[in-house]
C-alpha cells in the first residue's frame, strides 16, 4: 500500500495509525502479516451502541433527579 501512494512505510503505518485511533477510518492493522483489514461496523450494531449511550444517559439523569428529590 506505501508503494501505491509512493509513501514510506513507517509514514502510511503512522497516518493509518492516527486516523483509526481517531475513528475517522474502521479497520485494523495486523503488524504480524502487514494487512489494513477493514471492519466496517454494521447498521444494526450502530444502532445498538446508540441506544446503549442513550439510555446510560437517562439512567445518570434520574439518578442526579432521585438524589435531588431525597433532599
Known amino acids: 500500500m506505501a508503494n501505491a501512494f509512493g509513501v514510506s512505510t513507517k509514514y502510511l503505518d503512522k497516518e493509518l495509525s492516527r486516523l483509526i485511533s481517531a475513528g475517522r477510518i474502521n479497520s485494523k492493522i495486523d503488524k504480524v502479516t502487514g494487512i489494513v483489514e477493514s471492519n466496517r461496523p454494521d447498521d444494526k450494531i ?10 446510560d444517559l437517562l439512567a445518570n439523569r434520574l ?9
Request: net charge positive; no cysteine.
Open 46 to 55: 450502530i444502532q445498538y451502541q446508540k441506544l446503549l449511550r442513550h439510555g
Open 63 to 71: 439518578q442526579k433527579l432521585t438524589r435531588v428529590l431525597e433532599i
